[in-house]
């Protein structure tokens, strides 16, 4: 069996006098070949540099932020690296796996489903908590204490979720858009329910809404918004976050954008706000 170490290198591009490349490995976790990319900024060929995790949204794979977000110039400002998954399993050959955008390939969410038949395969949590890590670790020159994590809608609820059962693992988290509250709304539900089963306590382990309020770390949140996202009312909701936030004094700056959407032109406007934020954390 191929170590999930052992990395393929499949595109390399010279980029803000840094590389953009994808890699292949064969992931244990997830029993399938997974697809990631690594942005490695100019300061990373000489020195070990802080490492950012990006995790995308649905129907996304490794493709769209590296080639929309525009987080190249300004991670080879900071000096930052950046990794960029997948967002599932890909061609496991489940019954549904492919029938919808918002469940199976392509939505992930970042969890360890315990149901049949995609307890198997989607632990996806573990891979971007565990796995992962540890194939960059051996791969690339990172300073490993020195972590952020950051993404967009269902990888922004993952980012937040991650930080937030990770107390002290990293130092700075962001995201744009993200699910706050999966465990109260219908994307959330939907996935939620199937990968896990219909016990609550089993859905609130992984929503941010929840964990924030026990989260024996106070490391501030930011978090971008568009108010003409037209998931706003329905699947976003970061009122909720917001309230829980409050509720406890959590740190929390949410900005609400007028006129932005859903969209990679609504996530590359505030890529620069959001890197700096990062560096600010983890280049001192």
Known sequence: ??????????????????????????????????????????????????????????????????????????????????????????????????????????????????????????????YVVQELPEAIAANCPIRETHQGIMGHSMGGYGALMIALRNPGRFKSVSAFAPIVAPSQVPWGKKAFSNYLGNTLSDWLAYDPTHLVKTAPERLPILIDQGDADSFLKEQLQPDLLAAACQAVNHPLTLRMQPGYDHSYYFIASFMGDHLAHHAAALTQ
């Open 1 to 126: 069996m191929t170590s999930p170490h052992t990395l393929t290198q499949t595109s390399r591009q010279r980029s803000f006098g840094g590389w953009q490349a994808v890699y292949q490995h064969h992931s244990d976790v997830l029993a399938c070949d997974m697809n990631f990319a690594v942005y490695l900024p100019p300061q990373a060929e000489t020195q070990p540099c802080p490492v950012v995790y990006w995790l995308s949204g649905l129907t996304c794979t490794e493709q769209n932020f590296i080639t929309k977000a525009g987080a190249q110039q300004y991670a080879a400002q900071h000096g930052l690296i950046i990794i960029a998954p997948d967002t599932s399993p890909r061609g496991c050959g489940l019954p549904g796996e492919d029938d919808s955008y918002d469940f199976g390939s392509g939505a992930g969410f970042y969890l360890n489903a315990t149901q049949e038949p995609w307890a198997q395969h989607y632990r996806m949590y573990d």
